[in-house]
């Protein structure tokens, strides 16, 4: 369903009054969608990367998204595993998409 991220940096929030349907966590937005892989941080102490089987929508905000070609990375960690988030751009999300599945590919003709 998800992966959950301990240690690093806790996230700081401005203070604000929340939005009507919020929660009271600084963390908590009125309902949203989750795209497949995105990043949230409940509290904002430890990131949860939402996975295939995860809930599609609720009050968390998100921090960003894990693209497509690394989800099946994140659902191989093992706990502990460390682990760096980087920004990218829509064109190297599209190009690591087309180099994983040319890469599933290879595999699957040795077969």
């Known amino acids: 369903m998800g992966y959950r991220f301990r240690g690093g940096h806790p996230i700081a929030f ?7 349907g919020a ?8 309902d ?3 795209p497949y892989g995105s990043v949230q941080v409940p509290g904002g102490s430890e ?6 089987d995860a809930v599609s929508g609720g009050g968390y905000f ?9 989800m099946d990375l994140i659902g191989q960690l093992q706990p502990h595993t460390p682990t760096r988030f ?4 829509m064109d190297t999300a599209l190009a690591a998409r087309k180099d994983r599945a040319a890469l599933i ?7």
């Open 47 to 52: 990131p949860i990367v939402l996975h295939r």
């Open 105 to 111: 590919e290879k595999i699957r003709a040795l077969f």
């Open 86 to 89: 980087v920004k990218v751009n």
């Open 62 to 70: 998100m921090v960003g998204t894990v693209i497509s070609a690394d």
């Open 14 to 20: 401005v203070e604000r009054e929340q939005p009507f």
């Open 32 to 34: 949203a969608c989750y």
């Open 23 to 30: 929660g009271s966590d600084p963390s908590n937005i009125v």
